[in-house]
């Protein structure tokens, strides 16, 4: 068995491409290109400099040596907060404008829940001098205000989804139809490891960097490449795609997958998509999504507003049905609370969406000789009001 | 023979409408149907709603989502539809999303169809590779005919491909866009409806997407068997009601 895709665009039995015709040339021309061009050296080479130089790559692999004792085992954290932009989502936003200027694209637009992607998408546009249009969700541009004025200061053009439940699937509904009106001179970078092959496997490539660093980073600390743990939070599953990448098919190495719980798995308030979810489309991708029992996507609710999307990714699918990776799945105290013992024991204020992967800690018994490395994909700034709300700061 | 096909060879133009089940409200679906074919439509297009209909624009949209909160579901649908043979003869065809049809098991939806008297389906996300390899089979022994859609941008090669695997008609996209938004047609519209017209196709070819009155029906069936019109009729019901659905169809065909 293969953890990555197959020749077909499909990890096991998820992924595909069910789009319509009017997507179809798009997305076969990304599809015959995307490998070509990422093989290319000239590529490769301006990718890593913009990593290296602007994202400011490698991110450190942190000891975080307090939070280990605590938990009796070596946690080492990601650093993917310390990127520009305060994300991993920059790292496949980057590629995505290579790929976008390689094909000739001068208008790009991108969908976004919480404002990140939206901000990394801005941060790349401004960056090559490319049109940008950002849809999000007329519910979370009033609760994610500053992130919509970054992108405003940053060039980008906020177009508010009123369709549906106003959110981030309604963001992507009107991204894709966008793209659908605008077939010819518009690139569509998705925000994550979700959507039509070959976006799945194309957004996964680009974080992979992630799981390349912290095999020579570990081997630095710990005199091997290979930790025991991989753990890291689930939206659509980009960052954690990022951080498994390199150790997908090497089944000695662990890996856990973290999804919102909001409220309670079944209090109706919740993003735990492989407990709720059963196998269906959504935006283009066969993959396990929230739904009724009639097949209309429901709609998910997690404290964050990363983690709060109906679907995963069709990578994540396949892990869980397969079993390769274990799900667990973390209520908005549990994350809230793992998110404030970081501050206190490391002087990291970490993005909510990380909170719920540092909550596995307290889930979750580890030998004090494993090595568990765990994706912080993202700092607390976006989230301080959140925060503030919430303890009564 | 199916009745997309016999309507296909005896009629002239054909206008077909597309409407979504459940709107205005949820007991409208065969009061509908029955006046349209009344009124002298010639096909009918049964939207089957869904909660993310990807390819619609905001009028189709709306109509789903009102759809939805009336209750309509795959089920209700079916229930409705269940005697529609008894007063309808014009071929009536299911649009809808792929995961609603999906979650109802795709033989058993197929099966309900053959039972009740569709004749065919669109699925716009069902993709032309997935039906060919897993579901071909399947719509054909339920002897339904599964339409398949080309717009501006499919190449000449991929045209002549989803004809040789079409048997009813083609569904032509009017122009690069969702349902809804064109607002008549110019000559970049023209040319592509005279070079599709000019492959001589074995199957002939529906024009949809931005027909909306008289004016656009005509150029989009100069060049073609007929036309759909679906934003348009769904604007009239929310003015209209189902009251003077009559009146709409003598306005298209004057
Ligand atoms: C910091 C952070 N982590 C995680 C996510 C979730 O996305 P993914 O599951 O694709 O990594 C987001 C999304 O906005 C985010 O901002």
Redesign the pocket.
Same mark, same amino acid.
């Given at each position: 068995m293969t953890y990555n895709i197959n020749e077909k665009g499909y990890y096991g039995e998820f992924g595909g491409a069910y789009i319509p015709e009017m997507l179809y040339p798009n997305v076969e021309e990304l599809r015959e290109n995307y490998l070509k061009i990422m093989a290319e050296p000239e590529f490769q080479k301006e990718f890593n400099q913009l990593l290296k130089d602007y994202v400011g790559r490698p991110s450190p692999l942190y000891f975080a040596k307090r939070l280990s004792e605590k938990f009796n085992t070596k946690i080492y954290l990601k650093r993917?907060?310390l990127n520009h932009t305060?994300?991993?989502?920059i790292n496949n936003t980057i590629g995505q404008i290579l790929m976008a200027k390689r094909l000739g694209k001068h208008r790009i637009i991108a969908e976004?829940?919480?404002?990140?992607?939206g901000v990394a998408t801005a941060t790349v546009c401004a960056l090559m001098g490319l049109e940008c249009i950002v849809y999000m969700g007329e519910i979370d541009i009033a609760r994610q205000a500053p992130n919509v004025a970054r992108m405003k200061m940053l060039g980008a053009t906020v177009v508010p989804a009123l369709s549906g439940s106003r959110t981030l699937k309604d963001a992507t509904n009107e991204a894709i139809r966008d793209w659908i009106n605008n077939p010819v001179d518009t690139h569509y970078i998705i925000?994550?490891?979700?959507g039509p092959h070959p976006y799945p496997d194309m957004v996964a490539r680009f974080q992979a960097v992630v799981s390349e660093e912290i095999q020579w980073q570990l081997q630095e600390h710990e005199g091997k490449t290979k930790p025991d743990y991989v753990v890291?939070?689930?939206?659509?599953?980009?960052?954690?795609?990022?951080a498994y990448y390199h150790f997908l098919e090497d089944t000695n190495i662990k890996l856990i997958a973290v999804e919102a719980a909001g409220k309670g798995i079944h209090s109706g308030e919740s993003a735990a998509t492989s407990v709720l979810g059963k196998e269906g489309i959504i935006h283009g991708s066969k993959t396990l999504l929230m739904q009724t029992p009639d097949g209309q996507i429901t709609e998910p609710y997690s404290i %964050?507003?990363?983690?709060d999307?109906p679907g995963?990714?069709p990578m994540h699918a396949h892990l869980y049905k397969s079993g390769r990776a274990q799900f667990i799945s973390i209520t908005d105290d549990q994350a809230m609370k793992a998110g404030l013992e970081l501050c206190q024991l490391e002087g990291i204020i970490p993005?909510i969406?990380?909170s719920h992967a540092l909550a596995v800690f307290e889930q979750k018994t580890f030998l004090p000789e494993d090595v568990v490395v765990l994706s912080l %994909?993202?700092?607390g700034d976006?989230d301080l009001e959140t925060y503030i709300n919430y303890f009564n700061l | 023979m199916n009745r997309i096909n016999k309507k296909i060879q005896e009629s002239k133009k054909i206008l077909s409408i597309y409407f979504t089940a459940g709107y205005p409200k949820t007991d409208d679906t065969v009061n509908i149907i029955q006046n349209l074919e009344k009124s002298g439509v010639d096909m009918i297009e049964i939207g089957l709603p869904f909660s993310d209909p990807l390819a619609d624009g905001p009028t189709i949209q709306a109509s789903s989502t009102q759809a939805l909160k009336n209750g309509m579901t795959t089920e209700v649908l079916f229930k409705q539809l269940k005697d529609i043979r008894e007063s309808v003869n014009i071929p009536l065809i299911i649009m809808g999303y792929f995961n609603p049809i999906l979650q109802y098991g795709v033989e058993a939806f197929c099966k309900k169809c053959e039972e009740i008297g569709i004749d065919g389906l669109i699925i716009p996300d069902l993709p032309v590779d997935v039906y060919n390899e897993k579901y071909k089979a399947t719509f054909e022994k339920h002897g339904l005919i599964n339409v398949f859609l080309i717009t501006p941008q499919t190449s000449v090669e991929r045209i002549r491909f989803i004809d040789s695997i079409s048997n009813g008609f083609i569904y032509m996209v009017s122009s690069a866009s969702v349902t809804g938004s064109q607002s008549g047609f110019g000559d970049e519209q023209t040319n592509y409806f005279k070079r599709i017209a000019d492959m001589n196709l074995k199957n002939p070819q529906i024009i949809g997407f931005g027909i909306s009155d008289n004016k656009t029906f005509l150029q989009a069936t100069q060049f073609s068997k007929g036309a759909i019109i679906g934003s348009a009729f769904i604007k009239h019901l929310t003015k209209e009601g189902v009251t003077k659905i009559n009146s709409f169809v003598k306005s298209i065909l004057k």
């Open positions: 993917e907060d305060g994300a991993h989502k976004t829940g919480a404002g990140q992607h925000g994550s490891v979700v890291a939070c689930v939206g659509g599953g980009s960052n954690a795609a990022g %964050s507003a990363g983690l999307y995963v990714g993005a969406e990380s %994909s993202g700092r976006k | -």
